[in-house]
């Protein structure tokens, strides 16, 4: 049986889940767990909330699976998905940056000329390397990037950084910011029952 109830998704752990799910509550939205269910009902509207990874969340969006979604920008603009950006939310605030290691010989973007870069964003680094005439091999990674220069996968890395923790725990440092991120509303063009009234709600 088709469910035709309005859908919004969010990830479902990660930096972005807490937040999102706190925003959502603040407008008055209550979710109920459902044990180890992906799909949460909402307690005082027809709409369900649905827990993705946040890589897949534009694809579920820009099908019309799910109506609205929170997701970074910098996931966004990777997957390059035909969506509507209807609100910047104030949260999940990140840079994308190359970072390499703290002994590197390289010292400006230029210096990446021929070198490798491993990151989980191929299709944003590859336009800022061409934007800036750098002919660089980029490696694709799913996960773990910053190990990949301890281990001579890569020259450098290019990934999301918020506090640098990270990178500092691996002997790298940041080379140039790329992209700075926020977390986005996104929605579709597809007209349902009732969207329209969450709509206006989610842009209180």
């Known amino acids: ?18 937040a999102s799910l706190a925003f959502l509550n603040s ?21 369900d909330l649905v827990l993705l990874r946040d890589d897949d969340i ?6 019309g699976v799910a109506d609205f979604a929170i997701i970074g920008q910098n996931i966004l603009l ?26 590197s010989t390289i010292k400006t973007p230029k210096d990446l000329e021929g070198e ?38 890569a020259d450098a890395i290019c990934d999301v950084v918020q506090t640098g923790n990270t990178l500092k725990a691996h002997n790298l440092k940041p080379l140039v910011t790329i992209l700075e991120s926020k977390a986005l509303l996104i929605t579709n063009n597809i007209q349902k029952v009732g969207k329209e009234e969450l709509k206006e709600l989610l842009l209180k």
């Open 58 to 63: 534009p694809e579920y969006v820009s099908r």
């Open 78 to 103: 990777e997957k390059q998905m035909r969506v509507d950006v209807i609100r910047e939310l104030d949260f999940a605030k990140c840079r994308l940056d190359i970072a390499v290691p703290e002994n």
């Open 1 to 18: 049986m088709k469910n035709n109830r309005l859908k919004i998704a969010i990830q479902k752990k990660g930096r972005l889940s807490e």
């Open 116 to 153: 490798r870069i491993a990151t989980t964003y191929p299709q944003l680094l590859k336009e800022y390397l061409a934007k800036n005439n750098i002919n660089s091999a980029i490696i694709p990674i799913k996960g773990s990037v910053e190990i990949t220069p301890e281990l001579n996968l």
């Open 27 to 47: 407008l008055g939205l209550k979710f109920i767990p459902n044990g180890h269910s992906l799909i949460q009902q909402c307690e005082n509207m027809d709409l």
